[in-house]
Every structure is written in C-alpha cells, then in structure tokens.
C-alpha cells in the first residue's frame, strides 16, 4: 500500500512509519519542516492521488503550559491540518480509501463509576468543578472530530482514533518518563490515585492502526486504548513492580501543579480519570497482544532495558 502521513515525523508518527515501512509499503510523510525523504504540506494533495489511505497525525504538541497563544495554536494546528487533508482528498480524482484521523480519549468526561466506550461514553464538557483547562482540551477534540465530520470525502471512509496514551520505549515519551520517576524513587500514586489511567502498548496501536486500514466495515470514532484501565494507584504499583522497586514516593495535587509549572507543562495529564474502553476494536475481533497493564510494563520495561546499556 502507499500510505501517506501528515504529522508522521514525531514519536507516534515515527512508529507507523518504521512498522509499515518493514513491512514493504511505501510511507509518504507530510511535515512542514520535512527532514529526509519527508515531503512538505505543499505536496500533500499530489501524495495523495492514489495514495491508499492518509493517516493525519498532524497537530502541536499539547506538552505545554496552555497561554493563550498555545491555546490557539494548538487548536488551530489541529482544525487546519484537518481541513487541509479533506480539501486535498476532495481534490483527488483517485482519492484515498480511507482517512483515519487522530482523536483522543481526552473527548470522554472524567468519571470513575464507568468505562468510556464509542457507544455509551459520556462526551466531556459538562462536568462541574473541572479545570478551565480541561475543557479546552474537550473543545479541541470536539473541533477536530467536526472538522473530519464536515469534510466531503464521499470515496473515502473516515475514522476518527480516539488514542489513549501510547506506551513506547523510546526516549522522550510518556512510558520513558513515568519509567524514570519510578526509577528515581518518586513513582507512587498521583494525587489521590483514584483516577483511571488509559493506555496502549506501541505494539498494539501499530496492529489497531492496520486493523482499521484493512476493515472497510469500520467508519466513526474508534477508542485505541487497552481493554483495561485501571487506576493511577495501581498503575503506579504495577510499573514499580516491573522495575523491581517497591517504594514510590506519592505526588499530592499542588505538588503536581508545582511541578506543572516548572516543567512548563499541565497536570491534566495525570489527574484527569480516563476510563476508556474499546469496544468497537473489541466487537469487529480484534485481539490484543497485551490487554493488560501488569504484562504490557513488563514487556516495556525489558524493551526499554535493551535499548539502553546497562551497568556492569
């Protein structure tokens, strides 16, 4: 297949293309400050005529205090980009087959009592006593799933992946630096540790990404995450027991929003209860290699080992 990926240069991004590049199909990325065998968004409408399928990964990174000009620019990134790539398929007289477009959990309410799936899930935004900063990002989900919604692409299928945290090894991503508090001995529980925590093995984000490409039955929102969240808490005590400590020294909440601030970044991230399910992956048979978190942060926990020199 020819596949082609805006926003394909970061750490998701980089992913697919080394897992669809092995296995012989020709990976088109689209950035606007392309790097080697990289193309520029001005080329993105020409990549895409006769192209298989589009996966828009485009958009700023969200690991930033939310100003106002982030605020706009994230937003912006995420609504432009997706408008670009339906004025480009629109444009095709070969268009694309399918166009899946990257979403995100955050969409879903914070809650405890219940799992978030495509099907009864509870759409963020009315909760009382939530952070001004957590509706911003509902906001954001909601204009970049419209914008898709909006698009006229009658050829092509649309699917919008509302993606958990995605757990990879490599260095600079959200496993690598939950990893290195545990290391540290500060990997205990996050505020009151009640809050469900969403992921996906990289593994299994890669065989999702292909099962939706493959499955023309499939069109909508689809929730990528692991069929079981759990809490913060638990998740914690389960990624020291990976390491081999037992002892993680716990964060309160100003404690977070202190070092928020430092790290020039928002506690969203950690505090908000994502308990999100994947129930149409689930329904169409798709089986996942690791669906649970005790097994998924041992495996990480090896890859991580093996990517790195160890002592002695």
């Not at 606007?32 to 589009?54: K, M, N, T, Y």
């Not at 970049?144 to 919604?149: A, I, K, S």
Request: charged content about 25%; hydrophobic content about 40%; some cysteine.
């Amino acid at each position: 297949m020819k596949i082609v990926i805006p926003g394909g240069s970061g750490q998701v991004g980089t992913l697919l293309r080394r897992s669809f590049a092995a296995e012989g199909h020709d990976v088109v990325v689209i950035s606007r400050r392309p790097g080697r065998d990289e193309l520029h968004w001005d080329d993105l409408r020409r990549s895409l005529e006769g192209a298989d399928a589009v996966v828009n990964l485009a958009g700023r990174s969200v690991n930033c205090r939310y100003t106002a000009p982030n605020r706009q620019a994230i937003m912006e990134s995420r609504v432009s980009s997706t408008t670009a790539v339906g004025n480009a398929i629109a444009a095709c007289s070969d268009p694309p087959r399918v166009w899946l477009q990257a979403s995100t959990a955050t969409i879903y309410a914070h809650r405890y009592d219940a799992g978030n799936d495509e099907h009864t899930g509870i759409l963020g935004g009315g909760e009382p006593n939530v952070p001004d900063t957590w509706r911003f990002s509902i906001d954001v989900a909601r204009a970049w799933e419209r914008e898709l919604d909006s698009a006229v692409t009658p050829h092509t299928r649309k699917v919008a992946m509302r993606s958990a945290m995605i757990m990879s090894p490599d260095p600079g991503g959200v496993f690598d630096v939950l990893l290195g508090l545990v290391r540290r001995g500060l990997g205990g529980r996050s505020g009151n540790g009640r809050q469900y925590v969403s992921w996906l093995h990289h593994e299994d984000f890669v065989r999702a990404v292909r099962h939706l490409l493959e499955r023309d039955d499939i069109a909508g929102p689809v929730n990528l995450a692991a069929p079981n969240p759990l809490p913060n808490a638990e998740f914690m005590r389960e990624l020291r027991d990976a390491w081999g400590i037992r002892v993680g020294l716990p964060a309160t909440r100003w404690m977070l929003e202190a070092g928020a601030v430092f790290l020039r970044t928002e506690t969203e991230l950690i505090l908000k209860s994502r308990r999100v399910v994947p129930a149409r992956l689930l329904e169409s048979g798709f089986e996942f290699a690791h669906p649970t978190w005790r097994e998924a942060a041992r495996n990480l926990v090896e890859e991580w080992k093996l990517r790195r020199p160890q002592p002695g």
